[in-house]
Protein backbone atom coordinates (compact mmCIF):
# COMPACT_ATOMS: atom_id res chain seq x y z
CA UNK A 1 0.00 0.00 0.00
CA UNK A 2 2.99 2.20 1.23
CA UNK A 3 4.36 1.31 -2.24
CA UNK A 4 1.10 2.10 -4.14
CA UNK A 5 0.93 5.83 -2.72
CA UNK A 6 4.92 6.76 -3.04
CA UNK A 7 3.59 5.69 -6.88
CA UNK A 8 0.70 8.07 -6.72
CA UNK A 9 2.58 10.76 -5.04
CA UNK A 10 5.53 10.58 -7.22
CA UNK A 11 3.40 10.41 -10.24
CA UNK A 12 1.35 13.71 -9.25
CA UNK A 13 4.38 15.59 -8.93
CA UNK A 14 5.84 14.26 -12.36
CA UNK A 15 2.79 15.78 -14.05
CA UNK A 16 2.72 19.15 -11.64
CA UNK A 17 6.33 19.60 -12.91
CA UNK A 18 5.40 18.70 -17.00
CA UNK A 19 2.50 21.17 -16.61
CA UNK A 20 4.16 24.03 -14.80
CA UNK A 21 7.16 23.33 -17.80
CA UNK A 22 4.40 23.03 -20.58
CA UNK A 23 2.96 26.49 -19.57
CA UNK A 24 6.28 27.95 -19.32
CA UNK A 25 6.80 27.03 -22.67
CA UNK A 26 3.51 28.11 -23.48
CA UNK A 27 2.99 31.44 -22.40
CA UNK A 28 6.75 33.01 -22.14
CA UNK A 29 6.37 36.22 -20.44
CA UNK A 30 6.78 39.31 -22.35
CA UNK A 31 9.33 41.97 -22.69
CA UNK A 32 8.76 44.84 -20.29
CA UNK A 33 9.55 48.81 -21.36
CA UNK A 34 9.58 51.73 -19.17
CA UNK A 35 10.62 55.83 -19.21
CA UNK A 36 13.34 56.71 -17.31
CA UNK A 37 12.34 59.68 -15.01
CA UNK A 38 14.70 62.76 -13.63
CA UNK A 39 16.61 65.53 -14.47
CA UNK A 40 17.34 65.86 -17.95
CA UNK A 41 14.47 63.87 -19.35
CA UNK A 42 11.02 64.92 -20.87
CA UNK A 43 8.49 64.52 -18.45
CA UNK A 44 5.09 63.63 -19.75
CA UNK A 45 2.33 66.80 -20.01
CA UNK A 46 5.38 69.13 -20.77
CA UNK A 47 4.67 72.07 -22.87
CA UNK A 48 7.79 72.58 -25.15
CA UNK A 49 8.48 75.25 -27.59
CA UNK A 50 8.79 74.64 -31.42
CA UNK A 51 12.02 73.11 -32.29
CA UNK A 52 12.71 72.53 -28.29
CA UNK A 53 14.76 69.30 -27.79
CA UNK A 54 13.18 66.23 -26.06
CA UNK A 55 15.29 64.22 -24.43
CA UNK A 56 13.97 60.24 -23.72
CA UNK A 57 15.95 57.80 -21.43
CA UNK A 58 14.14 53.93 -22.53
CA UNK A 59 14.84 51.11 -20.41
CA UNK A 60 13.69 47.31 -21.48
CA UNK A 61 14.43 44.09 -21.40
CA UNK A 62 13.25 40.71 -22.26
CA UNK A 63 12.81 37.99 -19.31
CA UNK A 64 12.16 34.68 -21.63
CA UNK A 65 13.73 35.80 -24.86
CA UNK A 66 15.71 38.54 -26.87
CA UNK A 67 14.13 41.85 -27.93
CA UNK A 68 14.49 42.09 -31.35
CA UNK A 69 12.63 45.10 -32.77
CA UNK A 70 12.40 49.29 -30.86
CA UNK A 71 10.05 51.84 -32.56
CA UNK A 72 9.04 55.07 -31.45
CA UNK A 73 6.26 56.38 -32.89
CA UNK A 74 4.26 59.67 -32.77
CA UNK A 75 0.72 59.46 -32.33
CA UNK A 76 -1.74 62.39 -33.13
CA UNK A 77 -4.82 63.55 -31.89
CA UNK A 78 -6.80 61.83 -34.85
CA UNK A 79 -5.47 58.89 -34.53
CA UNK A 80 -2.98 58.84 -37.05
CA UNK A 81 0.71 58.13 -36.41
CA UNK A 82 4.20 58.76 -37.46
CA UNK A 83 7.23 56.51 -36.88
CA UNK A 84 10.23 58.33 -36.37
CA UNK A 85 12.58 55.75 -35.05
CA UNK A 86 12.40 51.73 -36.03
CA UNK A 87 15.46 49.70 -34.73
CA UNK A 88 16.82 46.00 -35.34
CA UNK A 89 18.38 44.90 -32.38
CA UNK A 90 18.77 41.07 -30.52
CA UNK A 91 19.64 42.03 -27.01
CA UNK A 92 18.43 40.27 -23.58
CA UNK A 93 18.02 44.12 -22.54
CA UNK A 94 19.02 47.59 -23.11
CA UNK A 95 18.96 51.48 -21.98
CA UNK A 96 19.45 54.23 -24.45
CA UNK A 97 19.17 57.91 -24.47
CA UNK A 98 17.06 59.35 -27.66
CA UNK A 99 16.87 62.91 -28.49
CA UNK A 100 14.12 64.48 -30.98
CA UNK A 101 12.89 67.99 -31.38
CA UNK A 102 9.40 69.51 -30.76
CA UNK A 103 7.04 69.77 -34.01
CA UNK A 104 4.24 72.02 -34.85
CA UNK A 105 1.57 69.21 -33.76
CA UNK A 106 -0.06 70.74 -30.37
CA UNK A 107 -0.38 67.58 -28.88
CA UNK A 108 1.50 64.63 -29.38
CA UNK A 109 1.32 60.99 -27.43
CA UNK A 110 5.14 59.44 -27.98
CA UNK A 111 4.95 55.82 -27.81
CA UNK A 112 8.17 53.53 -27.43
CA UNK A 113 7.43 49.93 -28.06
CA UNK A 114 9.69 46.95 -28.14
CA UNK A 115 8.94 43.55 -29.64
CA UNK A 116 10.62 39.95 -28.33
CA UNK A 117 11.89 37.34 -30.75
CA UNK A 118 8.61 35.85 -29.35
CA UNK A 119 6.17 38.79 -31.31
CA UNK A 120 4.98 39.96 -27.77
CA UNK A 121 4.87 43.46 -27.76
CA UNK A 122 5.60 46.31 -24.56
CA UNK A 123 4.58 49.51 -24.85
CA UNK A 124 5.53 52.72 -22.50
CA UNK A 125 4.23 56.41 -23.94
CA UNK A 126 3.79 59.57 -22.48
CA UNK A 127 2.35 63.31 -24.01
CA UNK A 128 3.92 66.40 -25.07
CA UNK A 129 2.00 70.31 -25.62
CA UNK A 130 3.01 72.76 -28.05
CA UNK A 131 4.00 76.01 -26.28
CA UNK A 132 1.37 78.01 -27.80
CA UNK A 133 3.28 81.14 -27.94
CA UNK A 134 6.13 79.47 -29.65
CA UNK A 135 7.43 81.77 -31.78
CA UNK A 136 9.75 81.24 -35.16
CA UNK A 137 13.79 81.27 -34.26
CA UNK A 138 16.20 83.39 -36.31
CA UNK A 139 18.85 81.59 -38.32
CA UNK A 140 22.28 82.40 -40.26
CA UNK A 141 22.25 82.73 -44.31
CA UNK A 142 25.62 81.57 -46.22
CA UNK A 143 24.79 83.00 -49.63
CA UNK A 144 27.65 81.42 -51.23
CA UNK A 145 30.17 78.61 -49.29
CA UNK A 146 33.27 76.25 -51.25
CA UNK A 147 34.61 73.27 -50.08
CA UNK A 148 36.78 70.79 -51.77
CA UNK A 149 36.92 67.08 -51.80
CA UNK A 150 39.56 64.73 -50.51
CA UNK A 151 42.07 65.70 -53.20
CA UNK A 152 41.55 68.93 -52.91
CA UNK A 153 44.32 71.62 -52.41
CA UNK A 154 42.34 75.03 -52.73
CA UNK A 155 39.48 74.75 -50.69
CA UNK A 156 39.11 72.96 -47.07
CA UNK A 157 36.70 70.15 -46.50
CA UNK A 158 36.09 70.82 -43.09
CA UNK A 159 32.88 73.24 -42.06
CA UNK A 160 32.26 74.73 -39.14
CA UNK A 161 28.06 75.52 -39.67
CA UNK A 162 28.05 78.34 -37.19
CA UNK A 163 30.78 80.59 -38.63
CA UNK A 164 30.63 79.14 -42.27
CA UNK A 165 34.22 78.71 -42.37
CA UNK A 166 36.34 76.21 -44.01
CA UNK A 167 39.87 74.14 -42.78
CA UNK A 168 41.91 72.11 -44.10
CA UNK A 169 42.68 68.71 -42.41
CA UNK A 170 45.35 69.97 -40.03
CA UNK A 171 43.41 73.25 -38.95
CA UNK A 172 40.40 70.58 -38.29
CA UNK A 173 41.76 68.55 -35.78
CA UNK A 174 42.14 72.10 -33.71
CA UNK A 175 38.56 72.65 -34.05
CA UNK A 176 36.90 69.27 -34.50
CA UNK A 177 34.32 69.60 -31.39
CA UNK A 178 32.57 72.02 -33.69
CA UNK A 179 33.14 70.70 -37.70
CA UNK A 180 30.26 69.49 -38.31
CA UNK A 181 30.41 69.32 -41.85
CA UNK A 182 32.66 67.11 -44.24
CA UNK A 183 32.63 66.56 -48.04
CA UNK A 184 34.52 64.36 -50.65
CA UNK A 185 34.16 62.37 -53.72
CA UNK A 186 32.83 59.06 -53.21
CA UNK A 187 34.86 57.12 -55.42
CA UNK A 188 32.74 53.38 -56.37
CA UNK A 189 30.57 52.22 -59.85
CA UNK A 190 28.74 55.37 -59.62
CA UNK A 191 31.14 58.23 -57.80
CA UNK A 192 29.35 61.27 -56.11
CA UNK A 193 29.94 64.39 -54.63
CA UNK A 194 29.04 63.40 -50.69
CA UNK A 195 28.32 65.89 -47.05
CA UNK A 196 29.13 63.51 -44.19
CA UNK A 197 30.66 64.11 -40.77
CA UNK A 198 33.86 62.62 -38.56
CA UNK A 199 30.94 60.67 -36.71
CA UNK A 200 30.13 58.72 -40.16
CA UNK A 201 30.58 55.01 -39.16
CA UNK A 202 31.21 51.99 -41.58
CA UNK A 203 31.44 54.35 -43.99
CA UNK A 204 34.32 55.07 -44.96
CA UNK A 205 35.37 58.82 -43.89
CA UNK A 206 38.62 57.69 -42.39
CA UNK A 207 39.60 55.86 -45.82
CA UNK A 208 39.60 59.84 -46.85
CA UNK A 209 40.54 61.47 -44.15
CA UNK A 210 43.07 58.87 -41.86
CA UNK A 211 43.60 61.74 -39.44
CA UNK A 212 39.83 61.60 -38.46
CA UNK A 213 41.17 58.06 -36.42
CA UNK A 214 42.63 59.85 -33.89
CA UNK A 215 40.12 62.35 -32.95
CA UNK A 216 38.70 62.53 -29.57
CA UNK A 217 35.84 64.31 -30.88
CA UNK A 218 33.79 63.25 -33.82
CA UNK A 219 30.44 65.13 -34.01
CA UNK A 220 27.79 63.00 -36.18
CA UNK A 221 25.45 65.60 -38.46
CA UNK A 222 22.29 63.50 -40.10
CA UNK A 223 21.34 64.35 -43.30
CA UNK A 224 17.60 64.03 -44.58
CA UNK A 225 17.67 61.64 -47.52
CA UNK A 226 13.77 61.57 -48.65
CA UNK A 227 14.36 64.60 -50.33
CA UNK A 228 15.73 62.44 -53.07
CA UNK A 229 11.86 61.65 -53.58
CA UNK A 230 9.95 64.67 -52.32
CA UNK A 231 12.00 67.68 -52.93
CA UNK A 232 12.24 71.14 -51.33
CA UNK A 233 10.85 73.81 -53.96
CA UNK A 234 14.06 76.26 -54.37
CA UNK A 235 11.68 78.99 -53.87
CA UNK A 236 10.76 78.39 -50.87
CA UNK A 237 14.07 77.89 -49.80
CA UNK A 238 15.13 81.64 -51.20
CA UNK A 239 11.81 83.27 -49.34
CA UNK A 240 12.92 81.27 -45.67
CA UNK A 241 14.09 83.88 -43.45
CA UNK A 242 13.42 82.44 -40.45
CA UNK A 243 13.59 78.52 -39.19
CA UNK A 244 9.99 77.03 -40.27
CA UNK A 245 11.09 75.83 -43.13
CA UNK A 246 14.42 74.24 -41.46
CA UNK A 247 12.46 73.09 -38.69
CA UNK A 248 9.59 71.51 -41.13
CA UNK A 249 11.78 70.22 -43.66
CA UNK A 250 13.21 67.70 -41.81
CA UNK A 251 12.34 64.20 -40.73
CA UNK A 252 14.71 62.38 -38.44
CA UNK A 253 13.18 58.86 -39.86
CA UNK A 254 15.39 59.66 -42.55
CA UNK A 255 17.79 61.24 -41.26
CA UNK A 256 21.14 59.23 -42.53
CA UNK A 257 25.03 59.28 -41.81
CA UNK A 258 25.73 61.11 -44.93
CA UNK A 259 24.18 62.65 -48.23
CA UNK A 260 25.74 61.31 -51.59
CA UNK A 261 24.50 62.65 -54.94
CA UNK A 262 24.58 66.17 -53.80
CA UNK A 263 24.33 67.44 -57.36
CA UNK A 264 23.24 71.32 -58.29
CA UNK A 265 19.68 72.21 -57.66
CA UNK A 266 19.38 69.70 -54.33
CA UNK A 267 18.54 70.77 -50.98
CA UNK A 268 19.38 69.07 -48.20
CA UNK A 269 18.11 69.23 -44.53
CA UNK A 270 20.40 68.37 -41.71
CA UNK A 271 20.53 68.39 -38.01
CA UNK A 272 23.72 68.69 -36.11
CA UNK A 273 24.74 66.73 -32.93
CA UNK A 274 24.33 69.74 -30.93
CA UNK A 275 20.61 70.12 -32.83
CA UNK A 276 21.18 73.07 -34.83
CA UNK A 277 18.78 72.36 -38.09
CA UNK A 278 19.87 73.78 -41.87
CA UNK A 279 19.17 73.64 -44.96
CA UNK A 280 22.12 73.10 -47.91
CA UNK A 281 21.38 74.18 -51.57
CA UNK A 282 23.91 73.00 -53.95
CA UNK A 283 24.70 75.47 -56.52
CA UNK A 284 27.63 74.11 -58.66
CA UNK A 285 30.26 70.97 -58.79
CA UNK A 286 33.25 70.46 -59.90
CA UNK A 287 33.06 66.36 -60.34
CA UNK A 288 36.89 64.94 -59.45
CA UNK A 289 38.28 63.54 -55.83
CA UNK A 290 40.25 67.10 -56.68
CA UNK A 291 37.47 69.16 -57.02
CA UNK A 292 34.83 71.28 -54.86
CA UNK A 293 31.21 71.60 -54.27
CA UNK A 294 29.98 75.15 -53.53
CA UNK A 295 26.40 75.62 -52.04
CA UNK A 296 23.68 78.35 -49.83
CA UNK A 297 23.71 77.71 -46.52
CA UNK A 298 20.48 78.88 -44.14
CA UNK A 299 21.23 77.39 -40.58
CA UNK A 300 19.40 78.03 -36.96
CA UNK A 301 21.22 80.58 -34.83
Known amino acids: M ?17 AVSCKKEGNPAPPSIKLIAGEGYTESSAIVAV ?20 VVKKIMPDGTSKVVLDSGLNSTR ?37 DPNSVWGGIQEYPSITMGFQNSTTHGQFLIPSTGKTYFSDSASLNQGIIDIITYYYVDETP ?30 KYDISVDSDPIPADAFDACHNDSLLILSYDDVWGKRKFKWANPGTIIPFLTSS ?9 TVENDPAGWITFSMKIQQ
Open 2 to 18: KKILIYITLGSLFMLIT
Open 51 to 70: GGKLRFGITASGPDANITNF
Open 94 to 130: FTVNETFYQSIEPEVAWTFQVMDKNRQFATASLTIFK
Open 192 to 221: SPTFSSAGETGGGIVEYYPAIGQWTLKNFT
Open 275 to 283: GKKGLINVL
